[in-house]
């Protein structure tokens, strides 16, 4: 499983294969506090960062901007007073897959190094 979390995003067509519920599973030992989500019918995965003030919210979403840039995968942000709100889910595929898994674990340790 820590393989998974040390590659990149991949865009390939035949990486594009949703994880059930039962799959993601198997990832979460690596992923603390992640949730299985629904939005407007699709699973995504969620987790809440609690921070010290607005701006640090505002700090580790510019931080957030950054990778999601880098990998061209973007999250759902929700920024209030000392706490950001992220959702991860492959948008074309309606649902979560590998890419999604690999960008929480970047978002942790981005969150990590802060």
Not at 4 to 15: C, E, Q
């Amino acid at each position: 499983m820590n393989n998974i979390l040390n590659k990149r995003v991949s865009h390939d067509k035949n990486d594009k294969i949703l994880l059930h519920k039962s799959e993601l599973k198997q990832y979460f030992s690596n992923l603390t506090d992640w949730q299985i989500r629904t939005i407007d019918k699709k699973n995504t995965l969620y987790k809440s960062y609690k921070l010290n003030s607005f701006s640090h919210a505002i700090q580790f979403a510019e931080k957030i901007n950054v990778i999601a840039n880098k990998n061209d995968h973007h999250p759902r942000l929700i920024i209030n007073w000392g706490k950001l709100e992220i959702y991860w889910w492959s948008h074309d595929m309606g649902g979560i897959n590998v890419n999604d898994v690999i960008m929480a674990h970047n978002t942790d340790t981005l969150f990590k190094s802060m």
